[in-house]
């Protein structure tokens, strides 16, 4: 079990999700709603807004060359990426959560958008893409609980926490280039996609030393 300080201060220090909290929520989505779990299985692998997911269209999406394509928002860049499939995490599989979001939906219907509310065959607003999200973390930490997990921190309940854990994720992966972390969340300046980046003073002192030594070798 954990003390309420040690919540507390996760909650104060957190600005993303584990790789645990992130399978969780999106198994609890799954489990529960084709459309919701497409949707934030694809927020997070592109790392979209909630205004972009939500007005996704199917003509963005090219299942035969396998990529998504979008003008981001806030100034951002027109972006072409892969649709993702991760080997032995079918809860990441946005392939496979897109087909049977499409499959649900009926492809003869001819609507253009990729999410639609459950009442019409408008897009899905931004709005309800927050809702969602926030439905789906708090019931996925009240399991966690049960099983006597460490709770998902309150301030981790909003969508925009997919984003953010998806370029924290690439951007403190080591040897991974900072340009394509840039490139993946449409970013148009580096200064946007350094925030993301956890600075470790240790390592730094270290890569520092070690550039002193190859320069001298």
């Known amino acids: ?7 507390a201060r996760d909650v104060n220090n957190r600005s993303h999700l584990t790789m645990e909290e992130l399978l969780d929520v999106m198994n609890t989505a799954k489990a529960e709603s084709v459309r919701d779990w497409a949707i934030f299985c694809v927020t997070f692998r592109h790392a979209l807004r909630s205004a972009e997911v939500a007005a996704l269209r199917w003509s963005d999406i090219n299942f035969a060359n396998g990529t998504l394509s979008l003008q981001r928002l806030k100034g951002g860049m027109f972006t072409e990426q892969s ?11 946005e392939i496979q959560a897109l087909k049977a979001w499409r499959n649900e939906q009926g492809p003869s219907s001819g609507n253009p958008y990729v999410f ?3 009442k019409s065959s408008a897009h899905i607003r931004r709005e309800t893409v927050s809702r969602l999200f926030r439905y789906y973390a708090e ?3 009240a399991n966690r609980v049960r099983q006597g997990k ?11 926490i997919l984003r953010h854990t998806r370029i924290t994720i690439m951007v403190n992966t080591p040897g991974v280039d900072l340009f394509d972390c840039k490139a993946l969340a449409g970013h148009t300046n580096y200064a946007s996609t350094l925030k993301y980046a956890h600075h470790d003073q240790r ?3 270290l890569e520092a030393e070690r550039s002193i030594v190859e320069a001298l070798a």
Do not use: N, Y
């Open 150 to 160: 460490k709770p998902i921190p309150e301030s981790c309940w909003h969508v925009h």
């Open 116 to 118: 639609t509310t459950q």
């Open 1 to 7: 079990m954990f003390t309420e300080r040690q919540q």
């Open 139 to 141: 019931k996925t930490s």
């Open 203 to 205: 390592k730094a002192c």
């Open 83 to 93: 649709l993702f499939k991760t080997k032995g995490s079918p809860a990441l599989d």
